[in-house]
């Protein structure tokens, strides 16, 4: 079946350090989003994708890079220069950049900082 | 810009009560408009959708019209569910590049 992988489910990081969280999909679709979810907060839009070897910076990009090689990955890197990761972060894909179809989102990553 | 507007809650509802939750938006020309559903620890999962005005979007017993006079898509569910229990996002596109639109979203809470 196709859709959206995330991985991994739960991860840690120690002060300082970059992590990166994975996301493939194997829908065909060409626009990917991600998405950062605070409690309270909603979703709050990171980076997008509406092509390969193309991003934008959404409202909160400070802190975080993409990177879009292959239509079907949408690497996040979180650096330290991102001050508060810990959150619940979503990434989505959709077939066309507007979306007028719907979003297909993925489970989520949890990054907690230790 | 284009916004969304829903009622943040928690709702907090006993089973088999009427579901009302509100969603009002603002956008240029004609959006489509969503609903999603968030269940504990998980993604968004699409409930509904409709794309232009009157349209009525329906899945699993819930139901939102999309109402240009009133800038409206409010969810509806005649009988709820413990299972219901979740947060709902209210959503729409106006066609820019950056996709959707969200609400800040309601949980819904159902008591058995």
């Known amino acids: 079946d196709g859709g959206i992988t995330q991985s991994p489910k739960y991860l840690f990081r120690k002060e300082g350090q970059n992590v990166t969280l994975s996301c493939e999909q194997n829908?065909?679709?060409?626009?990917m989003y991600w998405y950062r979810q605070d409690p309270g907060q909603g979703l709050r839009l990171i980076y997008y994708?509406?092509?390969?070897?193309?991003?934008q910076k959404g409202d909160i990009a400070e802190g975080y890079s993409v990177s879009r090689e292959k239509k079907e990955s949408f690497p996040l890197t979180v650096t330290s220069a991102q001050k508060n990761p810990t959150a619940f972060y979503l990434c989505?894909?959709?077939?066309?950049?507007?979306?007028?179809?719907?979003?297909?989102f993925g489970s989520g990553t949890r990054l907690t900082v230790v | 810009g284009d916004s969304v507007t829903q009622m943040e809650g928690p709702v907090t509802l006993s089973e088999e009560a009427f579901l009302t939750i509100n969603c009002t938006y603002t956008?240029?020309?004609?959006?489509?408009l969503f609903w999603y559903v968030q269940y504990p620890g998980e993604g968004l999962q699409l409930l509904l959708k409709?794309?232009?005005?009157?349209d009525k979007g329906s899945n699993k017993g819930f139901e939102a019209t999309y109402r240009k006079e009133t800038t409206s898509f409010h969810l509806e569910k005649g009988s709820v569910q413990v299972s219901d229990s979740a947060v709902y996002f209210c959503?729409?596109?106006?066609?820019?590049?950056?996709?959707?639109?969200f609400g800040k979203g309601t949980h819904l809470i159902i008591q058995p």
């Open positions: 989505a894909s959709s077939i066309g950049g507007q979306g007028y179809y719907g979003y297909t």
């Open positions: 829908l065909n679709h060409d626009a």
């Open positions: 994708s509406q092509i390969v070897n193309d991003f």
């Open positions: 956008a240029t020309g004609y959006p489509s």
């Open positions: 409709a794309t232009k005005a009157d």
């Open positions: 959503a729409l596109t106006g066609g820019g590049a950056d996709g959707l639109t």
